[in-house]
Nanobody
Framework: VQLQASGGGLVQAGGSLRLSCAAS????????MGWFRQAPGKEREFVAS????????DYADSVKGRVTISRDKAKNTVYLQMNSLKPDDTAVYYC??????????????WGQGTLVTVSS
């Protein structure tokens, strides 16, 4: 399984970015795709997730209303649309995948991360 994250960059506060995660190596129909982020000096935290089948979504409270996760089944790609960005959103963003019925509940596969920097 490979997850390739892209779309990060430098943006001013209040701006928008769309991150992409290209997934390959298996069928993801029974998987949950997630986005996480890790800011400098902080622990990695959950941002959003989406079930590949059905499209059920979940968001961290810190991004609700500003972030939308979606997936394009034809392209095997998951997106994270981020609006009204704040300096606190500055972090390396990672996409990840886990089986819906994972016993551990942990994400098994991780992408390499893409850096988002929000200037004030």
């Amino acid at each position: 399984v490979q997850l390739q994250a892209s779309g990060g960059g430098l943006v001013q506060a209040g701006g928008s970015l769309r991150l992409s995660c290209a997934a390959s190596g298996r069928t993801f129909s029974s998987y949950v795709m997630g986005w996480f982020r890790q800011a400098p000096g902080k622990e990695r935290e959950f941002v959003a997730s989406i079930r590949w089948s059905g499209g059920r979504t979940d968001y961290a409270d810190s991004v609700k209303g500003r972030v939308t996760i979606s997936r394009d089944k034809a392209k095997n790609t998951v997106y994270l649309q981020m609006n009204s960005l704040k300096p606190d959103d500055t972090a390396v963003y990672y996409c990840a995948a886990k089986a819906v019925y994972s016993v551990s509940g942990e994400y098994d596969y991780w992408g390499q991360g893409t850096l988002v920097t929000v200037s004030s």
